[in-house]
């Protein structure tokens, strides 16, 4: 019968189109329970280890599963914990670790998005700082006082580290990196034009005009990802105005982020974009892709964390870290009041325990065989990084991981990473706000007015 | 129809099974079912958690009302972001499906030789996952070592070497480039294979009577594949409407929103932010334009009925 006929076409049409329309397309409106688009890593960053998130509840047998940010581009650190792994296992035959990886944007919408669904890993790797704060808010970490007030554990690392990592008195995470940033640069390039280490910005500008008239450029940046282009900001805004200034901004009192000293900040950096002493095309850059070109001294310098120097000794060629690799702090602007024993970053990663495992005393334990200074010295002597570990400097450090752990011994404070400083919801308006910036497209006086808007 | 003189209800005792009613909705209970799963459910628990403060783990929620709508028609980047969505669907509905359209038609009729290798051709972006097509155009659009820039440069118009994701003015147009040719595939082999159903007698009465090629395509094929088209467009603007995956993987909607379209943003918001109860307001609003725009569409175009063939 022709009205059954239709009905049948409609059904079949229908049936169709929502195969076809959920097949071409990805699914718009996600319930909250049902995400299940990622971006991917990108192409620098190593395919992820296969495991499965599913912790096995066999009698004595328990699968932990681990969650951390250091693929093969940190060759350093991966091995690492691969190692530390293998024996943690060994020691522990009835508790299994499944370890995963991923990149370090990738993670930062991974992480959210497997918390929401309640997918997480058992033992997790985590930001510090203000970033934290929805995860405590939601009561998604587990406090670990109980844990480190055994056995004095907690005494083993640096106090002010946990700064970072405690919240209402009540600590969360573990520190583990402590980061630096400087600005790295290329000793081949310097050398070939009779360039050194400036004491003063104004120094720094002149290295970075004659860089540029003899067609280098003077700083790799790529701010797809704003991160790098805030190492930049929240140094000029510290060496501008001042570490009270930072502060002020930081606790949204006094001139919060409308500080003037910041809005000079601000404009100083427009007028290096202006005069092209970035990479070209930097917006549409991610980060790790600059790297190559300054490997290949297309460019002579980037401002970049201490965790630059894994990835150097996994991506640059052959002998690049020992005979290549130069660092030195950013200077201080003449006339500013910045203090150069004032450092930009601080704890860069934490690991915490997930509020929803049944297994957090195996993950403590885990944790408890990682964080000594014995296997501390262990992954700083791979990785030439700085820990926030008491006693984690290696006998045998090279002189570069020993130069680094002076610039922190000697550093009176640090300025916080922006992600750490602002929460979740201003930073992803704050990102934009820089992006414009360097674009030329808002004035600086607009952008810090659109900061504090986003702050309040 | 046999059962019409019937009097009294219809009885399911009708030639054929498919003419049973029962049976009818076991077909259709496939499709009702994953409708509501994953489409009404979600929608309306969406709508729900809009009118919540909530970050998204799985908290605590708490009741604000029309908040979160306030701040939505408020927000400058929410249209923004309407505007990039409508960029897409005008570049899908009136370039996109009729440039497939068109292909189609040609290489049904002009080009048939190697037939199916224009479809393998065609059809192999569609199939390519999102992110491989995403980072393999990040590189080819790279400034430096992209081959884009370096065919540019090679061939001496360096001054059209431009950072093309990384300029608010380049960036849109880019990704939609991009966008036009992973999924033009997609209706090209739709629509050949409706143009295949056309009996060729239609072709031969037609050029008898003088039809030319055009002719041939535009006042008798288009109109009988009438209701294919109408498929096509629904999906065109269905799509573009809920697009993230290539623009978020390019450009993650930057630089400076220059790319963002509503599905990001709500990403961004939603998810990255914490901030679930304001995505949900968003994820609703992206719901009712999309339904708003189909209903539109049938309207202008549901109406015509010229197929039966």
């Not at chain 1, 400083?421 to 808002?442: K, N, W």
Request: with cysteine; hydrophobic share 45%; net charge negative.
């Amino acid at each position: 019968m022709r009205v059954n006929r239709i009905v049948l076409v409609i059904a079949t049409l229908m049936l169709v189109l929502s195969v076809v329309v959920g097949g071409c397309g990805p699914t718009a409106t996600p319930a909250p329970a049902e995400l299940t688009e990622a971006p991917p890593a990108e192409p620098t960053k190593a395919p992820e280890a296969t495991a499965t998130p599913e912790p096995a509840a066999a009698e004595a047998e328990v699968t932990i599963t681990f969650w951390h940010l250091y693929t093969e581009a940190m060759a350093g650190a991966n091995s690492w914990f691969k190692d530390m792994v293998a024996e943690f296992e060994k020691e522990n035959p009835n508790i299994h670790v499944e370890m995963e990886t991923f990149g370090s944007d990738p993670y930062k919408t991974k992480l959210p998005t497997a918390l929401a669904a309640g997918e997480a890993a058992d033992a997790i790797h985590n930001m510090a700082g203000n970033y934290l704060l929805p995860n405590v808010e939601e009561g998604a970490l587990e406090p670990m006082d109980r844990y480190l007030d055994e056995g004095g554990w907690r005494d083993q690392f640096v106090p002010y580290t946990f700064d970072q990592t405690t919240f209402d008195g009540v600590t969360y995470c573990l520190p583990f990196s402590l980061r630096t940033v400087h600005i790295w640069y290329n000793k081949d390039v310097f050398s070939e034009y009779n360039l050194t280490p400036p004491e003063t910005f104004e120094e720094l500008l002149e290295i970075a005009d004659t860089l540029k008239a003899n067609g280098v450029t003077p700083f790799a940046l790529g701010m797809k990802m704003a991160w790098q282009a805030w190492f930049w900001q929240c140094y000029l805004f510290e060496r501008v105005a001042g570490y009270d200034a930072w502060l002020n901004a930081k606790n949204n009192t006094g001139n919060g982020w409308q500080d003037p000293g910041l809005i000079e900040a601000l404009g100083i950096m427009q007028d290096m974009a202006e005069k092209g002493y970035f990479t070209e095309g930097t917006l549409g850059l991610d980060p790790m892709d600059v790297n190559t070109s300054f490997f290949d001294g297309e460019a002579a310098m980037i401002l970049n964390g201490t965790f630059f120097v894994d990835q150097v000794k996994s991506l640059a060629p052959e002998g690049f870290l020992e005979n290549k690799l130069g660092y030195f702090n950013f200077p201080i602007i003449e006339g500013g009041k910045g203090n150069p024993k004032i450092q930009h970053g601080g704890v860069g990663a934490s690991y915490c325990i997930n509020a929803a495992s049944p297994h957090k005393d195996e993950v403590a334990k885990f944790y408890r065989f990682l964080f000594t200074p014995e296997h501390m010295k262990d992954l700083s002597a791979r990785t030439n990084w700085v820990m926030s570990m008491k006693d984690s400097l290696p006998e045998d450090a090279s002189p570069l991981l020993k130069s680094l752990a002076k610039e922190v011994e000697e550093m009176e404070t640090y300025v916080w990473y922006m992600d750490y400083t602002v929460f979740p919801e201003a930073y992803m308006t704050f990102e934009p706000v820089l992006q414009a910036l360097v674009d030329g497209s808002i004035t600086p006086e607009e952008a810090a007015a659109k900061m504090q808007e986003a702050v309040d | 129809m046999t059962n019409v003189n019937q009097s009294g209800p219809v009885r399911s005792t009708g030639r054929r099974l498919w003419d049973r009613p029962h049976v009818v909705l076991l077909f259709l209970l496939p499709a009702v079912i994953m409708s509501v799963m994953f489409i009404a459910y979600p929608a309306a628990s969406s709508a729900y958690y809009s009118l919540f403060e909530w970050q998204g783990l799985g908290g605590s929620r708490q009741f604000v009302g029309l908040d979160n709508w306030h701040r939505l028609v408020e927000d400058p980047i929410i249209w923004v972001c309407v505007w990039h969505n409508i960029v897409l669907v005008i570049t899908a509905v009136f370039f996109q499906v009729p440039a497939a359209f068109v292909i189609a038609f040609l290489v049904a009729r002009a080009f048939v030789i190697g037939r199916s290798g224009y479809r393998v051709a065609y059809f192999l972006p569609v199939i390519l996952t999102v992110s491989v097509v995403g980072v393999l155009w990040t590189w080819i659009y790279h400034p430096q070592f992209g081959i884009l820039n370096e065919a540019l440069r090679g061939t001496g118009l360096d001054e059209l070497a431009l950072p093309w994701l990384g300029s608010s003015k380049t960036a849109l147009p880019a990704v939609i480039v991009v966008m036009l040719w992973r999924f033009t595939g997609f209706y090209i082999v739709l629509f050949m294979a409706a143009i295949a159903r056309v009996p060729e007698d239609i072709y031969d009465a037609a050029t008898v009577d003088g039809a030319n090629l055009w002719q041939l395509g535009a006042r008798i094929v288009a109109p009988m594949l009438w209701q294919v088209i109408l498929v096509a467009v629904t999906i065109a603007v269905v799509s573009s409407i809920k697009r993230f995956d290539l623009a978020y993987i390019m450009t993650a909607g930057g630089p400076v929103h220059a790319t963002e379209l509503l599905a990001t943003y709500l990403f961004k918001v939603g998810i990255l932010s914490f901030n679930m109860g304001y995505g949900s307001a968003i994820a609703t609003f992206l719901f009712l334009l999309t339904l708003a725009l189909v209903m539109i569409q049938f309207r202008g175009m549901g109406s015509q009925q010229i197929s039966e063939f």
